[in-house]
Protein backbone atom coordinates (compact mmCIF):
# COMPACT_ATOMS: atom_id res chain seq x y z
CA UNK A 1 0.00 0.00 0.00
CA UNK A 2 1.04 3.27 -1.09
CA UNK A 3 0.67 6.50 0.95
CA UNK A 4 0.52 10.11 -0.29
CA UNK A 5 2.32 12.44 2.20
CA UNK A 6 -0.63 14.97 2.50
CA UNK A 7 -2.17 15.65 5.82
CA UNK A 8 -5.30 13.96 5.58
CA UNK A 9 -3.65 10.33 4.13
CA UNK A 10 -1.24 10.79 7.16
CA UNK A 11 -4.12 11.28 9.63
CA UNK A 12 -6.22 8.45 8.56
CA UNK A 13 -3.09 6.12 8.65
CA UNK A 14 -2.57 7.21 12.07
CA UNK A 15 -6.39 7.03 13.39
CA UNK A 16 -6.50 3.55 11.65
CA UNK A 17 -3.03 2.44 13.78
CA UNK A 18 -1.29 1.03 10.33
CA UNK A 19 2.41 0.86 11.13
CA UNK A 20 4.31 1.13 7.66
CA UNK A 21 7.77 -0.78 8.69
CA UNK A 22 8.62 -3.51 11.21
CA UNK A 23 11.76 -0.95 11.71
CA UNK A 24 11.32 2.03 13.90
CA UNK A 25 11.20 4.72 11.57
CA UNK A 26 14.47 6.49 12.50
CA UNK A 27 16.05 10.00 11.21
CA UNK A 28 19.74 9.31 9.78
CA UNK A 29 20.91 12.14 12.24
CA UNK A 30 18.79 10.35 15.47
CA UNK A 31 21.54 10.12 17.75
CA UNK A 32 24.06 13.10 16.61
CA UNK A 33 22.61 15.10 19.58
CA UNK A 34 23.42 14.42 23.13
CA UNK A 35 20.74 13.33 25.37
CA UNK A 36 21.02 16.82 27.30
CA UNK A 37 20.87 18.73 24.08
CA UNK A 38 17.46 16.49 23.02
CA UNK A 39 15.96 17.45 26.64
CA UNK A 40 16.49 21.29 26.24
CA UNK A 41 15.07 21.50 22.47
CA UNK A 42 12.40 19.29 24.02
CA UNK A 43 11.66 21.40 26.77
CA UNK A 44 11.48 24.44 24.93
CA UNK A 45 8.66 22.58 22.46
CA UNK A 46 6.32 21.44 25.71
CA UNK A 47 6.65 25.06 26.74
CA UNK A 48 5.27 26.38 23.60
CA UNK A 49 2.60 23.59 23.20
CA UNK A 50 1.43 24.53 26.78
CA UNK A 51 1.82 28.42 26.25
CA UNK A 52 0.01 28.14 23.15
CA UNK A 53 -3.14 26.01 25.09
CA UNK A 54 -3.16 29.51 27.42
CA UNK A 55 -1.24 27.90 30.08
CA UNK A 56 0.17 30.10 32.74
CA UNK A 57 3.66 28.85 33.18
CA UNK A 58 4.81 31.03 35.76
CA UNK A 59 2.47 29.00 37.92
CA UNK A 60 3.85 27.01 40.80
CA UNK A 61 2.35 23.85 39.64
CA UNK A 62 3.76 24.48 36.18
CA UNK A 63 6.61 25.48 35.94
CA UNK A 64 8.83 22.34 36.19
CA UNK A 65 6.29 20.84 33.72
CA UNK A 66 8.20 21.45 30.84
CA UNK A 67 11.63 19.99 31.82
CA UNK A 68 10.14 17.01 33.45
CA UNK A 69 7.97 15.95 30.58
CA UNK A 70 11.01 16.84 28.39
CA UNK A 71 13.31 14.25 30.27
CA UNK A 72 10.66 11.96 30.66
CA UNK A 73 10.05 11.55 26.88
CA UNK A 74 14.42 11.16 26.23
CA UNK A 75 15.13 8.95 29.31
CA UNK A 76 11.82 6.74 30.46
CA UNK A 77 9.39 6.88 27.80
CA UNK A 78 11.62 6.68 24.42
CA UNK A 79 14.53 5.32 26.10
CA UNK A 80 14.87 2.69 24.21
CA UNK A 81 15.29 4.55 21.05
CA UNK A 82 18.76 4.89 21.97
CA UNK A 83 20.68 1.25 20.64
CA UNK A 84 22.98 2.13 23.78
CA UNK A 85 20.38 1.30 26.58
CA UNK A 86 19.07 -2.70 24.50
CA UNK A 87 19.75 -5.15 27.02
CA UNK A 88 23.27 -6.86 26.42
CA UNK A 89 22.86 -10.19 25.14
CA UNK A 90 24.36 -12.40 27.39
CA UNK A 91 23.66 -16.08 27.11
CA UNK A 92 24.58 -19.58 28.48
CA UNK A 93 24.90 -22.77 27.65
CA UNK A 94 21.63 -24.95 28.18
CA UNK A 95 23.44 -27.41 30.86
CA UNK A 96 19.87 -29.15 32.20
CA UNK A 97 19.31 -30.35 28.30
CA UNK A 98 15.87 -28.74 28.40
CA UNK A 99 14.78 -29.17 25.05
CA UNK A 100 10.82 -28.16 25.72
CA UNK A 101 9.14 -24.96 25.07
CA UNK A 102 9.80 -22.05 27.59
CA UNK A 103 7.18 -19.95 28.04
CA UNK A 104 7.93 -16.42 30.23
CA UNK A 105 3.96 -15.03 30.67
CA UNK A 106 2.56 -12.09 31.69
CA UNK A 107 5.75 -9.48 30.84
CA UNK A 108 4.03 -6.21 31.88
CA UNK A 109 3.82 -3.65 28.53
CA UNK A 110 4.20 0.09 29.28
CA UNK A 111 4.43 1.65 25.45
CA UNK A 112 2.88 4.29 23.45
CA UNK A 113 1.27 4.58 20.20
CA UNK A 114 3.49 6.40 17.62
CA UNK A 115 0.34 7.58 16.38
CA UNK A 116 -1.68 9.70 19.62
CA UNK A 117 1.71 9.70 22.00
CA UNK A 118 -0.74 7.89 24.27
CA UNK A 119 -0.05 4.68 26.51
CA UNK A 120 -0.47 1.59 25.64
CA UNK A 121 -0.81 -0.95 28.59
CA UNK A 122 -0.58 -4.79 28.08
CA UNK A 123 0.91 -8.06 28.39
CA UNK A 124 3.22 -9.46 26.83
CA UNK A 125 3.74 -13.58 26.47
CA UNK A 126 7.05 -14.80 24.88
CA UNK A 127 8.57 -18.16 24.12
CA UNK A 128 11.05 -19.92 22.76
CA UNK A 129 12.86 -23.60 22.44
CA UNK A 130 16.08 -23.53 22.74
CA UNK A 131 18.65 -24.99 20.10
CA UNK A 132 21.72 -24.99 22.76
CA UNK A 133 21.25 -21.27 24.06
CA UNK A 134 19.88 -19.91 26.54
CA UNK A 135 19.09 -16.31 28.16
CA UNK A 136 18.45 -15.87 31.64
CA UNK A 137 14.25 -14.79 32.02
CA UNK A 138 14.95 -11.41 33.22
CA UNK A 139 16.56 -10.44 29.99
CA UNK A 140 13.13 -11.50 28.03
CA UNK A 141 11.55 -8.78 30.41
CA UNK A 142 14.13 -6.72 29.36
CA UNK A 143 14.01 -6.90 25.72
CA UNK A 144 10.33 -6.49 25.74
CA UNK A 145 10.72 -3.07 27.87
CA UNK A 146 13.11 -1.62 25.70
CA UNK A 147 11.44 -2.36 22.11
CA UNK A 148 8.27 -0.87 23.90
CA UNK A 149 9.90 2.26 25.38
CA UNK A 150 9.67 3.42 21.73
CA UNK A 151 6.78 5.20 19.93
CA UNK A 152 5.07 2.21 18.71
CA UNK A 153 2.63 0.37 16.68
CA UNK A 154 1.43 -3.07 18.57
CA UNK A 155 2.27 -5.13 15.29
CA UNK A 156 5.67 -3.70 15.24
CA UNK A 157 7.11 -4.04 18.98
CA UNK A 158 5.43 -7.90 18.51
CA UNK A 159 7.62 -8.44 16.09
CA UNK A 160 10.31 -6.46 16.90
CA UNK A 161 10.43 -8.63 19.85
CA UNK A 162 10.40 -12.09 18.20
CA UNK A 163 13.70 -10.87 15.99
CA UNK A 164 15.64 -9.86 18.87
CA UNK A 165 15.20 -12.90 20.49
CA UNK A 166 15.76 -14.53 17.68
CA UNK A 167 19.02 -13.42 17.36
CA UNK A 168 19.89 -13.66 20.95
CA UNK A 169 19.10 -17.11 20.74
CA UNK A 170 20.45 -18.48 17.13
CA UNK A 171 16.83 -19.99 16.83
CA UNK A 172 13.56 -19.11 14.90
CA UNK A 173 11.98 -20.80 17.16
CA UNK A 174 10.48 -18.12 19.17
CA UNK A 175 7.07 -16.45 19.81
CA UNK A 176 5.15 -13.94 21.05
CA UNK A 177 1.73 -12.84 22.05
CA UNK A 178 0.67 -9.24 23.23
CA UNK A 179 -2.64 -8.03 24.56
CA UNK A 180 -2.91 -4.67 25.12
CA UNK A 181 -5.28 -1.76 26.02
CA UNK A 182 -4.15 1.52 23.47
CA UNK A 183 -5.58 4.38 25.29
CA UNK A 184 -6.16 6.66 22.35
CA UNK A 185 -9.35 4.18 21.70
CA UNK A 186 -9.98 3.57 25.06
CA UNK A 187 -10.12 7.35 26.44
CA UNK A 188 -10.54 9.41 23.52
CA UNK A 189 -11.55 8.90 19.67
CA UNK A 190 -13.88 5.74 19.80
CA UNK A 191 -13.77 5.86 23.31
CA UNK A 192 -14.06 2.02 24.16
CA UNK A 193 -13.22 1.57 27.25
CA UNK A 194 -13.32 -2.55 26.66
CA UNK A 195 -11.50 -3.31 23.78
CA UNK A 196 -8.16 -4.25 23.74
CA UNK A 197 -5.83 -5.72 20.69
CA UNK A 198 -3.93 -9.17 20.18
CA UNK A 199 -0.96 -9.19 18.28
CA UNK A 200 1.03 -12.55 17.64
CA UNK A 201 4.19 -13.40 15.63
CA UNK A 202 4.98 -16.73 15.60
CA UNK A 203 8.70 -18.27 14.16
CA UNK A 204 9.96 -21.50 13.19
CA UNK A 205 8.57 -24.26 14.86
CA UNK A 206 5.88 -22.12 16.63
CA UNK A 207 4.38 -21.86 12.87
CA UNK A 208 3.57 -25.54 13.66
CA UNK A 209 -0.35 -25.77 14.63
CA UNK A 210 0.84 -28.10 17.62
CA UNK A 211 3.17 -26.42 19.04
CA UNK A 212 1.71 -22.55 18.79
CA UNK A 213 -1.32 -24.90 20.51
CA UNK A 214 1.16 -25.50 23.44
CA UNK A 215 1.78 -22.20 23.62
CA UNK A 216 -1.75 -20.70 23.64
CA UNK A 217 -2.57 -23.18 25.87
CA UNK A 218 0.38 -22.22 28.33
CA UNK A 219 -0.48 -18.56 27.96
CA UNK A 220 -4.07 -19.81 29.25
CA UNK A 221 -3.20 -21.41 32.46
CA UNK A 222 -4.38 -19.26 35.62
CA UNK A 223 -2.11 -20.77 38.50
CA UNK A 224 -2.62 -19.05 41.40
CA UNK A 225 -0.02 -18.09 43.62
ZN1 LIG B 1 -3.14 5.68 18.88
Redesign the pocket.
Known sequence: MKFNNNIEDLDALGND?IGTSSDTPLRKDAFSLSTDEKIDIIKDDVRHIMETLGLDLTDDSLNGTPNRVAKMFVKELFGGLDPKRKPNASTFENKYKYGEMLVEKNITVYST?E??L?PIVGKAHVAYISNGTVVGLSKMNRIVDYYAKRPQVQERLTIQIVKELQDVLQTEDVACVIDAK?L?VNSRGIRDTESSTVTSEFGGKFKEKETRREFLDYIKLDTQF
Do not use: D, P, S
Request: aromatic fraction near 0%; charge should be neutral; glycine fraction near 0%.
Open positions: HCHHLHC
